[in-house]
């Protein structure tokens, strides 16, 4: 059976408009949301099932695309490798498996042991009450994993997605 050429570009360019459209709603979900430390879970989530179903290898294979989309589309790649697994960075997981608070590793920063983000989470209410006199601002162990790590992370990764989207569907 042949297909022609112009109608796969289109049925192409329909699917991915669809997923693209689809993940800009989650990343503008995962923005929103206050706790940063979820925020970053719901995100290392959503990039872990786009690289689980193949998408950046299918979005690098697009052919079609101009001069400004395929540096948009390139951007788009290295930020979901950036936010996705890596068993040496914060999204410990393997292939097929959830993200979840156990298996996300935050600190390693100021001093500060790599635990769980479940740990963090946890132990909320005392990382607010610590003081750190070497940090300037909001010296607290809290803000340094929640503020600085986790919603550095999260704004950084999920702007330049959403621009980097916003480019391609135009």
């Known amino acids: 059976m042949f297909i022609h050429k112009k109608f796969y ?82 999204n ?16 390693d920063l100021f001093g500060l042991w790599t635990k769980p983000a479940s740990y963090w989470l946890k132990n909320e209410t005392s990382l607010k009450a610590t003081h750190r006199p070497d940090i300037k601002g909001n010296p607290t162990e809290w803000y340094l994993i929640h503020d600085y790590q986790c919603g550095t992370f999260v704004k950084d990764r999920t702007e330049s997605m959403l621009r980097q989207i916003d480019i391609l569907l135009a």
């Open 9 to 90: 570009s289109m049925f192409e360019k329909r699917r991915l408009k669809k997923r693209l459209q689809a993940f800009k709603l989650e990343l503008q979900k995962v923005y929103a949301i206050d706790n940063k430390i979820e925020a970053l879970i719901k995100l290392f989530n959503e990039v872990s099932r786009l690289q689980d179903e193949d998408f950046p290898q299918e979005l690098a294979s697009v052919r079609w695309l101009s001069r400004d989309k395929r540096k948009a589309r390139g951007s788009l790649i290295i930020e979901i490798k950036i936010a996705g697994r890596n068993m040496y960075k914060m």
């Open 92 to 107: 410990r997981t393997k292939k097929g498996e959830t993200v979840t608070a156990d298996n996300v590793f935050l600190g």
